[in-house]
């Protein structure tokens, strides 16, 4: 259904193979300035998620990121595993979590390891953290052809938008062709989206689709994936802030019920609002109002609830009924970014008193407080 979608323009770079690393370089001397000059690219393209005046703010504070760009240096000689078929087990049955191997996970990982490789670069501008993030988007874009599974579908959306939003900061290095991974956002992440889905799953669909459109430059996805976000949020969230679908969710494969009905109630809450989070500020940073529309102050109601019951999780329906003991309370890394724009205290003090989880997006890094 995506493959007429209006293409964005043809990629300028032609190319050579890069020796050992299976990466695409510019090859066309005329063009050698922006391989030693990647403010000319950045200039030249719209912010994602995080602004170059932010990338600059990072650099100029590296001696608080050390772990994390310690961690990267770690992950510099990271090989992927790219598999031809995204194929996983489901994520839960009957007892739980379903602990089988899944080739997801290495799909996650991979991308993952990319994404925050990505963000050194941009953060310290030494070019071989680019290359190797847009090694490993390379191995995977040239050799994933299907996606078998539900749970395969689900772990390409949950983890799209990591390698995405890599290519897109890593590519700025000026020595990249991205037609490949041009072809595998349309031909393949597009069409097995999951915005469709109404619970947490169509929210990770939207981000999808809005990295995807504002990698591609396509502004008729963009409005589509807008229009989706307002809807799954006016209709997901309730009059007091909660969101049913997440609200109720068990720990097994009898997804709202069971006797631990709940036990995951305030992880899934944190696992929808987080992609809805970030897509809102793709949109905005593309030129489309999110943050107070209708589903924006839905998004903000939520998010109260959310910091509500991450601070005191005995105020959760759920508590009493699992005994105290419910799954990923604290999973609300997303909060630093929530925190800018929608004044609640509640986010404010989860944030100060720390200890966040669910960072994938290294929102903690990206949005810091200090």
Known sequence: MYASRRQALSG?????ALAGLGTTLVQDPAQASY??????????????????????????NQDKLATFLNRCARELSYQPSPVADLAPAPHYDANGVNTSPKSGAIFSRDVRVAYRLAIRYRITRE?????????????????LTAVSTRQGEADLNFNSAHMILAAYWAQVCGQWDNATFKDFLRNLVLPHSTSDRDNNHGF????????????????V??????????????????????????????????????????????????????????AAKIFVDLGLPAWATPGGKKLEQAYGVAARWTNNPASFPY?????????????????????????????????ADGSLGSNGLQTLELFPSF
């Open 221 to 278: 996805l963009l409005q589509q994936a807008k229009d989706r976000w307002e809807t799954l949020l006016i209709k997901g969230v309730d009059d007091k802030g909660e969101m049913p679908l997440e609200r109720d969710r068990s720990a097994t494969s009898n997804w709202h019920g069971g006797p631990d009905k709940g036990k995951k109630g305030i992880a899934y809450t944190h696992y929808a609002l987080l992609p809805a989070s970030h």
């Open 127 to 143: 070019t071989e953290y680019a290359l190797k993030a847009l090694q490993i988007i390379d191995a995977w874009a040239s050799t």
């Open 12 to 16: 300028l770079l032609s190319s050579v």
């Open 319 to 351: 508590y009493e009924s699992n005994n105290g003991q419910l799954d990923g309370v604290r999973d609300a890394a997303y909060f630093a970014l929530l925190s800018r724009v929608y004044p609640d205290p509640a986010g404010k003090k989860a944030l």
């Open 35 to 60: 391989a030693i000059n990647p403010d000319r690219i950045i200039k030249a393209n719209p912010s994602i998620l995080v602004h170059e005046k932010d990338f600059a703010y990072l650099r100029q």
């Open 204 to 219: 990770w669909g939207v981000l999808t689709e809005a990295c995807v459109a504002g990698y591609l430059g396509d502004k």
